[in-house]
């Protein structure tokens, strides 16, 4: 305990000291910690909408112009045989044309010069969660896609696993670019702090001729990066607030849209111990780096 209280006076006292490169290190830690930030926001929410698309997934069996009843009361027999339906809607072409007409109301006046119906009547389909993780959807799905009046099956699974790829592209990415600024952040506390390392390198000769312990010696160094890694993830979260709520507050209503009605949520406090963590983490590596060269 007497080593760590030392290291930290010691750790704070050069922060003064030397607080103009200090603030170097700390916007370098702020900045990386910001794009980590950012993109665990941005991940963090999409992740929950696709959970809550695939939780909700569905097929469209889209029904030839000229089906008959009959085929259409095959297709929902096999529908319901399957055991993977949740439940099933019939919908017709005129529902289709009502539906468009709803969702875009922008292009509804473009409907109106149509001689005939373009929307295909179709069968929509909730898939039970289980049936999901056990290959009888994609079966079924493609079944139907060779039966009697049926022009095509559109399968929400398809396109979900190419977002879901995406995202992790995204987050590959993001996570890439953070590792590397995050590298360049703890390269400039060693640099800070080896600078403080100097200024004091007759004080820590004196420390190694009385038989100082090696902890007394380099724990002040590896504090002073731990600090400014803490200060500095600190400074990026308060960053990230105020750009999460400036956000919110321009674009609110657009991002309800493209979360499917649900709300842009603020990464939960895992997330936000994470991001505190990593900055501690990163300014630590930088001044453990430094402290090699005293003792």
């Given at each position: 305990?007497?080593?760590?209280?030392?290291?930290?006076?010691?750790?704070?006292?050069?922060?003064?000291?030397?607080?103009?490169?200090?603030?170097?290190?700390?916007?370098?830690?702020?900045?990386?910690?910001?794009?980590?930030?950012?993109?665990?926001?941005?991940?963090?929410?999409?992740?929950?909408?696709?959970?809550?698309?695939?939780?909700?997934?569905?097929?469209?069996?889209?029904?030839?112009?000229?089906?008959?009843?009959?085929?259409?009361?095959?297709?929902?027999?096999?529908?319901?045989?399957?055991?993977?339906?949740?439940?099933?809607?019939?919908?017709?072409?005129?529902?289709?044309?009502?539906?468009?007409?709803?969702?875009?109301?922008?292009?509804?006046?473009?409907?109106?010069?149509?001689d005939d119906n373009p929307f295909p009547a179709s069968v929509e389909v909730r898939v039970?969660?289980?049936?999901?993780?056990?290959?009888?959807?994609?079966?079924?799905?493609?079944?139907?896609?060779?039966?009697?009046?049926?022009?095509?099956?559109?399968?929400?699974?398809?396109?979900?696993?190419?977002?879901?790829?995406?995202?992790?592209?995204?987050?590959?990415?993001?996570?890439?670019?953070?590792?590397?600024?995050?590298?360049?952040?703890?390269?400039?506390?060693?640099?800070?702090?080896?600078?403080?390392?100097?200024?004091?390198?007759?004080?820590?000769?004196?420390?190694?001729?009385?038989?100082?312990?090696?902890?007394?010696?380099?724990?002040?160094?590896?504090?002073?990066?731990?600090?400014?890694?803490?200060?500095?993830?600190?400074?990026?979260?308060?960053?990230?607030?105020?750009?999460?709520?400036?956000?919110?507050?321009?674009?609110?209503?657009?991002?309800?849209?493209?979360?499917?009605?649900?709300?842009?949520?603020?990464?939960?406090?895992?997330?936000?111990?994470?991001?505190?963590?990593?900055?501690m983490a990163v300014g630590s590596a930088g001044g453990f780096a430094a402290s090699r060269h005293a003792g």
């Amino acid at each position: 305990m007497r080593a760590l209280d030392y290291a930290l006076r010691q750790a704070w006292a050069s922060l003064w000291r030397s607080r103009g490169s200090t603030t170097f290190a700390i916007v370098a830690i702020a900045l990386a910690m910001i794009v980590l930030g950012i993109l665990l926001l941005v991940t963090w929410n999409a992740e929950r909408l696709l959970a809550r698309w695939s939780s909700a997934a569905e097929f469209s069996v889209y029904l030839r112009d000229e089906a008959t009843s009959e085929e259409r009361g095959a297709i929902e027999a096999l529908i319901d045989q399957s055991g993977i339906a949740a439940g099933r809607e019939y919908v017709s072409k005129a529902d289709a044309l009502k539906r468009f007409r709803s969702d875009f109301a922008e292009l509804a006046s473009l409907t109106s010069g149509f001689d005939d119906n373009p929307f295909p009547a179709s069968v929509e389909v909730r898939v039970r969660p289980e049936a999901e993780t056990d290959g009888r959807t994609e079966n079924l799905v493609r079944r139907l896609g060779g039966a009697p009046g049926v022009a095509d099956v559109r399968y929400d699974r398809e396109w979900l696993s190419r977002l879901a790829g995406a995202l992790e592209t995204i987050r590959a990415a993001g996570f890439a670019l953070a590792t590397l600024m995050a590298i360049a952040a703890a390269v400039t506390v060693a640099t800070v702090v080896r600078l403080g390392l100097y200024a004091r390198r007759a004080e820590l000769e004196i420390m190694e001729l009385v038989g100082a312990p090696l902890t007394f010696i380099r724990g002040p160094f590896i504090a002073e990066g731990f600090l400014q890694g803490g200060i500095g993830a600190l400074l990026a979260l308060g960053l990230l607030v105020i750009v999460y709520s400036l956000v919110l507050a321009w674009w609110g209503g657009d991002l309800r849209a493209v979360m499917d009605g649900g709300a842009v949520e603020f990464l939960p406090p895992r997330l936000l111990a994470s991001l505190v963590v990593g900055g501690m983490a990163v300014g630590s590596a930088g001044g453990f780096a430094a402290s090699r060269h005293a003792g």
